[in-house]
């Protein structure tokens, strides 16, 4: 069988311009595989949330960051959380609440579970180290907790 000089330098120009490209898209992407490694690290920490026995599937997380004016970033996710409708007794809102040490509760807003069950809410705070925790309410706007706690954490920078 006889292959033609042509025929060997055009196979070998395909391996030669393949390996490059394959060579440029790694150095293309190593950039963002290190910064995906490094995310969790990166001067933040995660806090898992203890859900309350009403609640027993509900996993939640927090992740706290500091902004660049030193206040606390909060950013929590949560799966398998029942809507405040299915709880015994039924409610009507999840409220997220923040309190530093024999301070007040302090409303932060509401969590909201989406079909699927989960639900996102970020926050920022002054504190450095408090309680976080959610309740179920007739309302999201109370000024205070009333309803059970189903989810809480203490956070401490």
């Known amino acids: ?8 330098k055009q196979s070998d120009s395909l391996s030669r311009n393949t390996g490059t490209r394959s060579n440029g898209f790694l150095l293309a992407a190593l950039p963002l595989v290190l910064a995906m490694a490094i995310w969790p690290f990166g001067g933040g920490h995660k806090v898992i949330m203890t859900s309350a026995e009403s ?9 706290v960051n500091q902004d660049r ?6 950013d929590m996710k949560v799966r398998f959380l029942a809507h405040p409708s299915a ?7 999840y409220v997220v609440w923040i309190q530093e040490n024999d301070r007040p509760a302090e409303n932060k807003g ?12 970020k926050t920022v705070s002054p504190y450095k180290a408090f309680t976080i925790f959610v309740t179920a309410e007739q309302s999201p706007q109370v000024q205070s907790p009333r309803g059970d706690q189903v989810l809480t954490a203490q956070v401490a920078e």
């Open 110 to 121: 509401e969590l909201h579970v989406d079909g699927n069950l989960n639900g996102e809410f």
């Open 87 to 93: 709880l015994t007794p039924p409610e009507i809102a």
């Open 55 to 63: 609640v027993p599937s509900a996993k939640a997380t927090i992740y």
């Open 1 to 8: 069988m006889r292959i033609s000089t042509r025929t060997l």
């Open 69 to 74: 004016n030193k206040n606390t970033q909060v």
